[in-house]
C-alpha cells in the first residue's frame, strides 16, 4: 500500500510538478508549483476527515491532491485527463492497489472546471481543496502595471482560509482582499464558475459551501 509520503518522495513526481509548471509560467498561469499540490493536498486531507471519512480515503485524497496538476506538462488543455493517465502509470509502477489508484485518478481526471464531477468524495474535495487556493503569493508577475484581471483577483487577496463548521453544516472560503486591486465584481467575473462547482462539491459532502469576502457573507 503506498502513502502520502512515498508519492512525495517520488522523483518522477517531483520532476513533473516543476516541468508542468515551468510550462504554465511560460504561459503566464499563476503558481501551480510545488506550493500550490502540497496546500490542496493538506487541504483535501482536512476536508475529508472533517467530515469523517477514513484515515484511508483523506490519504488517497491527499495524493490526489499531490498530482492533480502533472497533466500540464503535457498541455493545458485536458490536463485532468492527461494528469490522470499519467498518474495511473506512476502509482501502477510504484506498486499502489488497483482501487487506490482507480479512485485517485477519478480524482485527478474530474478536477477541472471545464468537465469536473464531484463523482465520489475524494473528487468532490479535490475539487474544493483546488478552487479555492487563491492568494496573493500565487502571482508571478511583478509588474503590477501589466497585471490581467486574473493577477488582479489573485493579488488582491491578502487573507484566505477554507473552513468547516463546528456543526459539519457549511464549508466557508473566507478572503480578505485589497479592493484597490480588485473589485467584489472581478472577483465573481473570473471565479463564478469556481464558485457553482465548490457549492456541487460541498454538497456532494453533504455540506453547503459558504463565500465570504471582508466579513461579508456572499454565497
Known amino acids: 500500500m503506498i502513502t502520502f509520503q512515498d508519492v512525495k518522495e517520488n522523483p518522477a513526481i517531483q520532476t513533473y510538478i516543476q516541468k508542468a509548471d515551468e510550462s504554465l509560467t511560460a504561459l503566464g498561469y499563476t503558481e501551480h508549483s510545488f506550493a500550490h499540490v502540497s496546500h490542496v493536498a493538506a487541504v483535501s486531507r482536512y476536508i475529508l476527515l472533517t467530515m469523517g471519512y477514513s484515515e484511508r480515503e483523506a490519504e488517497l485524497a491527499q495524493i490526489a491532491g499531490y498530482m492533480h496538476d502533472i497533466g500540464n506538462v503535457v498541455n493545458r488543455i485536458d490536463h485532468a485527463q492527461s494528469g490522470a493517465v499519467m498518474a495511473f502509470r506512476i502509482l501502477d509502477k510504484m506498486g499502489a492497489d488497483d482501487c487506490d489508484i482507480a479512485t485517485i485518478i477519478t480524482a485527478i481526471g474530474n478536477h477541472d472546471e471545464h468537465t469536473a464531477e464531484a463523482v465520489n468524495p475524494v473528487a468532490a474535495a479535490l475539487i474544493l481543496a483546488d478552487k479555492t487556493d487563491v492568494r496573493h503569493t500565487r502571482v508571478r508577475n511583478s509588474d503590477v502595471s501589466t497585471f490581467d484581471i486574473h493577477d488582479r483577483v489573485n493579488y488582491s487577496v491578502k487573507e484566505s482560509s477554507t473552513i468547516i463548521d463546528s ?29 457553482i462547482l465548490c457549492r456541487k462539491a460541498a454538497e456532494k459532502l453533504g455540506l453547503h459551501f ?6 461579508q457573507t456572499l454565497l
Open 167 to 195: 456543526t459539519h453544516t457549511n464549508i466557508e472560503l473566507k478572503l480578505k482582499i485589497d479592493t484597490s486591486f480588485c473589485s467584489v465584481m472581478d472577483y465573481f467575473e473570473i471565479f463564478l464558475d469556481r464558485m
Open 210 to 215: 459558504r463565500l465570504n469576502i471582508n466579513g
